[in-house]
């Protein structure tokens, strides 16, 4: 009897399952830390993952597994782009001339259409502010926003900015290595909560194909009906908390 109860409440929590899918509420997008935006998240198949704005941004899982890679790679260019201008820098150039050259030297699509009009806005006169500022508004990277501050007070005061663009770069190695791992627990758990949503129906489907009859004592039975209730509100709370759970790991990602 205890055997035929846990079929049924499983055969009524994978349609719980379903109507939960069907009926879920798309939470709002977050901005991420001027990198890239946060994911939505729905339920099963190519609702469970969302959509996520931004380069290489699209909808289901393939865009969140997209989007997350176009972010690590950013990461790792503006590192490579912020190398190219300390280099230059030590190398006794002026921190015009230090952009204006690692932005030829660090040729990547990802930070087109911004590097594009930063080198042109510089050769056409802009100021380096103001060049920077534009490129912050093209990516969204606080990083050039960081940049762009230095610029200011370089522009206004003068002097040496090495170590505030050193200071510049090693934070946005902080940053991106601690993305990083957010991005991998925020895996680990959509991987556990994918799991918690598919064992019930697994479940379900063997007490389907040993008993196809197996919910009707259940439903004949007042008892049955309200342990049959029981079984899909638990569910139902189980799956907004891990919803709220993995929605948080993700959130992380903003920080």
């Not at 940049?147 to 190695?173: D, E, F, P, S, Y």
Request: hydrophobic fraction near 50%; aromatic fraction near 6%.
């Amino acid at each position: 009897m205890m055997e035929g109860i846990a079929f049924a409440a499983a055969v009524t929590v994978a349609t719980w399952v379903l109507l939960s899918w069907a009926m879920a509420p798309r939470p709002i997008s977050r901005r991420g830390s001027g990198e890239r935006d946060g994911a939505r998240f729905g339920l099963l198949a190519g609702r469970w993952g969302g959509k996520r704005r931004g380069p290489g941004g699209g909808g289901g899982v393939a865009g969140i597994v997209s989007g997350r890679a176009t972010a690590a790679r950013l990461d790792e260019t503006l590192e490579a782009l912020l190398l190219a201008v300390v280099a230059g820098l030590q190398a006794g150039r002026p921190l015009r001339q230090a952009w204006l050259t690692a932005a030829h030297e660090v040729d990547d699509a990802i930070l087109e259409p911004g590097r594009t009009e930063f080198i042109a806005g510089l050769n056409a006169g802009w100021s380096l502010e103001d060049a920077l500022g534009n490129w912050h508004r093209r990516t969204g990277s606080v990083a050039f926003r960081r940049c762009q501050t230095v610029a200011a007070a370089h522009r206004r005061a003068g002097g040496h900015v090495n170590l505030a663009m050193l200071a510049i770069l090693k934070a946005l190695r902080q940053e991106r290595l601690a993305r990083a791992e957010i991005r991998a627990r925020a895996a680990e758990a959509q991987l556990s909560a994918r799991l918690l949503v598919l064992v019930p129906l697994a479940i379900a489907a063997y007490g389907i194909a040993v008993d196809p009859g197996l919910m009707a004592p259940l439903l004949k039975s007042a008892l049955g009906r309200v342990g049959l209730l029981y079984a899909c509100l638990s569910w139902v709370a189980g799956l907004w908390l891990l919803r709220r759970l993995v929605a948080s790991v993700e959130g992380g990602e903003s920080g």
